[in-house]
T-cell receptor, first 109, second 113 residues
Framework: GQQVMQIPQYQHVQEGEDFTTYCNSSTTLSNIQWYKQRPGGHPVFLIQLVKSGEVKKQKRLTFQFGEAKKNSSLHITATQTTDVGTYFCAGSYGQNFVFGPGTRLSVLP | DAGVIQSPRHEVTEMGQEVTLRCKPISGHNSLFWYRQTMMRGLELLIYFNNNVPIDDSGMPEDRFSAKMPNASFSTLKIQPSEPRDSAVYFC???????????FGPGTRLTVL
């Protein structure tokens, strides 16, 4: 079946450093979504990417969708303590939807 | 809109007891999802419905788990009998259509002793 992998599993950064998480699919995706889950909270939708090579920005967050629509990345510039949480990618394969295992980000003040 | 509503927020029960988790999706949303989250296994999709019809229940762990959606505004996830390994946070999510952004409820934290 379809699998979505994410690396790294954990990332510890000093406040102000950049952070990147990568998402890879074993097969071509229809689209990909990114979610953030704060500690003790529930996943919250961040963005959806649909087109091959698409790049979207939300303030300090930059999202990319690979040309082959099999991988994606989320980059945070100059992390802040409010960025702490787990970032999930979720790949859509037609009627199926698979979440990656997530990358847990810790930001040290 | 109040968002996706789940009840109870916390449930502590003893092994062998029946557990029923409830979900009210956002009004107008046609797809509903049940997830289970644990430290070991991450976020797992258990089952999802489209227009109240179960589409894919391949994620349901075993016959002890069952889910229903009798109408567009209500769904239940039942575990009978419950076991300690069922302890997890169970999320319900809804989306306008399949493939669109999902709105998650606050979750039900289940502890089976």
């Amino acid at each position: 079946g379809q699998q979505v992998m994410q690396i790294p599993q954990y990332q510890h950064v000093q406040e102000g450093e950049d952070f990147t998480t990568y998402c890879n699919s074993s097969t071509t995706l229809s689209n990909i979504q990114w979610y953030k889950q704060r500690p003790g909270g529930h996943p919250v939708f961040l963005i959806q990417l649909v087109k091959s090579g698409e790049v979207k920005k939300q303030k300090r967050l930059t999202f990319q969708f690979g040309e082959a629509k099999k991988n994606s990345s989320l980059h945070i510039t100059a992390t802040q303590t409010t960025d702490v949480g787990t970032y999930f990618c979720a790949g859509s394969y037609g009627q199926n939807f698979v979440f990656g295992p997530g990358t847990r980000l810790s930001v040290l003040p | 809109d109040a968002g996706v509503i789940q009840s109870p927020r916390h449930e502590v029960t003893e092994m062998g007891q029946e557990v029923t988790l409830r979900c009210k999706p956002i009004s107008g949303h046609n797809s509903l999802f049940w997830y289970r989250q644990t430290m070991m296994r991450g976020l797992e999709l258990l089952i999802y419905f489209n227009n109240n019809v179960p589409i894919d229940d391949s994620g349901m762990p075993e016959d002890r788990f069952s889910a229903k959606m009798p109408n567009a505004s209500f769904s239940t996830l039942k575990i009978q009998p419950s076991e300690p390994r069922d302890s997890a946070v169970y999320f319900c999510a809804s989306s306008f259509v399949m493939g669109n952004e999902q709105f998650f409820g606050p979750g039900t934290r289940l502890t089976v002793l």
